[in-house]
């Protein structure tokens, strides 16, 4: 008997419950990418502190040695082979071979369990002069983080080899780092309040953007006296529907993240109607108005920039907005969106379409009243001119982007 039928010998008597999709396969599939990616194991098989001899790799599996309790070096570190996995994840009921850790790690990373960014080395200095950059060119920017971009993603050439499906891995290697810098921003801002004893509310947009500063908003603690509210109204009657990056659903999942559902609010209306009319009884609606008054007051807001484009729109995509809506606005000037509130090369509001949220008036009251208003834009050149317009209209007071964006940003200023 041969090597391989040897190990699928041992796979076919793998239970049923490690089969696809189910939430065990799921468990196992985190654990095997965490040990790949994260464990370490000494390089040796005696503690180099103690020197005593240790025989099997659970004990070497560490940071530190289980017998002398000495913190190994990261030199004498290494990275777990996929055999290590396979061997420390062996039980009475499930043996994998290598080959299946492979296997189990591909799907973690399908699952979006596991993501792997390739990034250049970061240039830190070249990024704080970025952002030194950025605060003395736009005096209404009161703070920004820049992360490293991509060449590729600036270069309208080479974008247009990808698809929609095959760009976004790409965006998300500068994307997902701006991301976790917004919401560290965030989260200290939010410390901030409540140390000063006060009970702040962050207010929370909509769309793929947001929903990545929503996913990285995990305090090491509990922040119970944070109220988390929604920007605008529901973008979908369907909750449920596959990449629905709602406002209120993501305003839902931070306060469950903070611990603070009790305090969670809900905008229970349309984000957009069509008539002036319509928006004005919808907002006298007590339900809806005690909400939109809490975020008028917010401490704290957040949200990404869109250019009005009616062939790269979500909201015509969703069927919230037609086509000609989009038009319309342009029409009427409008460059540029903050969750649907569309706004002209001033940062001034557009008239044509009707958003139920907190408006850009009062936006840009909470900018001048130096409430933190966080916009995250970066990777997609076509958002740039949306960006200047916002920040130029005092519709954003902190800004976190990338290197790219920051240049084209400073040098058209
Ligand atoms: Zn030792």
Redo the contacts with the bound molecule.
């Keep these: 008997m041969d090597d391989s039928s040897l190990k699928s010998g041992r796979s076919r008597g793998r239970p049923s419950q490690y089969e696809e999709g189910g939430p065990a396969r799921r468990e196992i599939m985190f654990m095997a990418a965490r040990l790949y990616y994260e464990s370490r194991k000494l390089k040796r098989m005696e ?1 180099p ?2 020197r ?1 001899f240790l025989p099997t790799l659970r004990e070497r599996v560490a940071r530190r ?1 289980p ?2 309790r ?1 913190d190994w070096a990261v030199t004498e570190l290494t990275r777990l082979t996929q055999e290590d996995v396979a061997a420390l994840l062996e039980s009475p009921t499930f043996a994998p071979s290598r080959s299946e850790i492979q296997r189990l790690i591909g799907e973690a990373q399908d699952d979006g369990i596991l993501q792997i960014h390739v990034l250049r080395a970061q240039e830190d200095h070249e990024l704080a002069d970025c952002r030194d950059e950025l605060l003395s060119v736009f005096p209404g920017l009161l703070e920004a983080r820049v992360v490293k971009g991509r060449e590729d993603l600036f270069d309208l050439d080479a974008l247009k080899a990808h698809t929609a499906e095959s760009i976004r891995p790409v965006r998300n290697a500068v994307l997902v780092p701006a991301a976790r810098a917004a919401a560290e921003l965030i989260l200290g801002i939010l410390h901030k309040h409540l140390e000063e004893g006060k009970e702040p509310t962050l207010c929370i947009s909509w769309g793929y953007v947001v929903h990545l500063i929503a996913d990285a908003l995990r305090p090491a603690e509990a922040m119970p006296a944070v109220t988390v509210a929604p920007f605008v109204g529901a973008l979908t009657a369907h909750p449920f529907e596959a990449n629905v990056y709602d406002s209120n659903l993501l305003a839902q999942q931070v306060s469950e993240q903070f611990h603070s559902e009790e305090r969670a609010l809900w905008l229970a209306s349309p984000a957009f109607v069509r008539h002036e009319g319509e928006r004005d009884s919808l907002t006298k609606c007590i339900l809806v108005q005690e909400v939109l008054e809490q975020i008028r007051k917010a401490h704290v807001v957040t949200f990404s920039i869109a250019p009005a484009d009616e062939d790269n729109s979500t909201l015509v995509e969703r069927g919230l907005l037609k086509r000609e809506d989009v038009l319309l606005v342009k029409r009427n000037g409008a460059i540029g969106e903050i969750a649907g509130h569309f706004f002209d090369q001033n940062g001034r509001p557009v008239s044509g379409v009707y958003p139920i949220g907190l408006g850009l008036d009062p936006l840009r009251d909470l900018v001048s009243n130096r409430r933190a208003v966080v916009t995250l834009v970066a990777a997609d050149r076509r958002r740039v001119e949306p960006l200047r317009a916002a920040i130029r209209g005092g519709l954003v007071n902190i800004l976190v982007t990338d290197h790219l964006t920051a240049k084209t940003l400073v040098t058209q200023a």
């Design positions: 503690c502190a103690c005593r040695c017998l002398c000495a």
